[in-house]
Nanobody
Framework: QVQLVESGGGSVQAGGSLRLACSASGYTYSMAWFRQVPGKEREGVAGLSKDGRTSYADSVQGRFTISQDNAKNTLYLQMNSLKPEDTAMYYC????????????????????WGQGTQVTISS
């Protein structure tokens, strides 16, 4: 069983930065960040595999960076140049399996989810 705990959310003005962290217990191979706003489907933001492959949603490419500290078993999401449309609940997800590029940002791929951390960007 894998447990995921997110932290680092908060409120910042547009143009600012935040770094989210997801502490994982148990074995994971692929991990990702998703986000969701009320009334909309949860969408994949960024994914990372142990072999180093990364994937990003077009909406965050060039602004967000996903990384992992294997020693701490912690996943990060560095978010720069934040926009009001980035406002959402952000979730960490994990699976013990290798994922193809088409699966990495699909939410039905992952077995384990964190409780979420709120990110609010004001204009």
């Amino acid at each position: 069983q894998v447990q995921l705990v997110e932290s680092g959310g908060g409120s910042v003005q547009a143009g600012g930065s935040l770094r989210l962290a997801c502490s994982a217990s148990g074995y994971t191979y692929s991990m990702a960040w998703f986000r969701q706003v009320p009334g909309k489907e949860r969408e994949g933001v960024a994914g990372l595999s142990k072999d180093g492959r990364t994937s990003y949603a077009d909406s965050v490419q060039g602004r967000f960076t996903i990384s992992q500290d294997n020693a701490k078993n912690t996943l990060y999401l560095q978010m720069n140049s934040l926009k009001p449309e980035d406002t959402a609940m952000y979730y960490c997800a994990a699976t013990p399996y290798w994922l193809g590029s088409r699966q990495v940002l699909k939410n039905d791929t992952y077995q384990y989810w964190g409780q979420g951390t709120q990110v609010t960007i004001s204009s």
